[in-house]
């Protein structure tokens, strides 16, 4: 069984392997959380989709389909007015 000293050093040990980008979050009584706005200016989306894995809650931008059509219009104005990328060129920029 551990002691209370063995549970301190395991939560001491997790802390020091954070890194200085980690952020400690509160939930609310509510279930909410509020995403401090140094992280969320570092993200350009307003939804997001929430998974679990691996024991963790990972949430990924999404992007509306308003939002999506959008910016292919966008990238059309500037394909007619730059030109665009041959397939030779797209594939070397990915190295596909």
Known sequence: ????????NII????LHSTMD???LSVSDRGQVT???KLRDRMPAKRFICTVEDGA???RPF??????ISELEEAE???EKNGGLTLKEIKKKYNL
């Open 1 to 8: 069984m551990l002691t209370f000293s063995d549970f301190r």
């Open 12 to 15: 001491y040990s997790e802390l």
């Open 22 to 24: 980690d952020t400690i």
């Open 35 to 37: 995403i401090p706005s």
């Open 57 to 59: 809650i990972v949430l």
């Open 63 to 68: 992007q509306s389909r308003e939002e999506f």
């Open 77 to 79: 104005k500037d394909w």
